[in-house]
């Protein structure tokens, strides 16, 4: 099983360009995460969503766009990108909710908006 | 709103010395506390969790955390360090909306010979 698997890894855009990044989990999870990491900060929600064709925003959505079409696809979009979008992308995903069950990560996507 | 303290960024040991990473919450509701390891290069992994039933579930490699509500701390312990625990951790609370986790800002741990 691969678990939770973000495409693409790394990325370079310029500034006002966009682009998508995929979150894809073979785990039949309900719920989807997606969060950023900068320096100092630790992890803060950008959105999630609670089952197939719901999202709702977190600590920090603006800039940001996110469908969830497929229960097993979580897609975060940055219509026009910001230097202050470059960040570390984590997807997460969970059963039954972060309350009852445990969040499994991917290994991140690193975006540099210059 | 519930909110995670971590006090200090960075946490230097030697090996075989005690591990000490402090947590402080706020909570208006009973906590659901914890904590979270990243190393290099990877996404976060559990370590353990609290919840308001008053266990601690799943502990790993050694690690326990403390709950003392008087004090609204919830600190990593662990009695020898090893090289391997070299990582950043994180503690976490999950919010009043029950279907998101708010993280602290980490603390990186390094072992030193």
């Known amino acids: 099983n691969a678990g939770v698997t973000q495409t693409p890894k790394f990325r370079v855009l310029k500034t006002g360009q966009s682009m998508t990044l995929l979150c894809a989990q073979d785990m039949n999870h309900e719920y989807m995460y997606w969060y950023r990491q900068d320096p100092g900060m630790g992890l803060r929600l950008i959105h999630y969503?609670?089952?197939?064709?719901?999202?709702a925003k977190g600590e920090v959505p603006d800039g940001y766009n996110v469908s969830r079409l497929k229960k097993q696809n979580f897609l975060l979009g940055l219509e026009s990108a910001a230097p202050s979008q470059t960040s570390v992308y984590f997807c997460?995903?969970?059963?039954?909710?972060?309350?009852?069950?445990?969040?499994?990560f991917g290994e991140g996507s690193r975006l540099t908006v210059l | 709103a519930q909110s995670v303290t971590q006090l200090g960024s960075h946490v230097s040991v030697s090996e075989g010395a005690l591990v000490l990473l402090r947590c402080n919450y706020s909570s208006s509701v009973p906590p659901y506390l914890f904590w979270y390891v990243q190393y290099p290069n990877q996404g976060l992994q559990l370590l353990l969790k609290?919840?308001?039933?008053?266990?601690l579930v799943k502990v790993i490699n050694g690690f326990e955390a403390d709950f003392k509500k008087s004090e609204t701390s919830f600190h990593l312990t662990k009695p020898s360090a090893h090289m391997s625990d070299a990582a950043e951790y994180f503690c976490a609370v999950l919010s009043g909306g029950y279907n998101k986790l708010i993280f602290g800002a980490g603390t990186r741990l390094a072992v030193h010979p």
């Open positions: 969503s609670v089952g197939e064709g719901t999202t």
């Open positions: 997460a995903t969970t059963q039954r909710g972060v309350g009852t069950g445990e969040l499994f």
């Open positions: 609290y919840t308001s039933a008053a266990t």
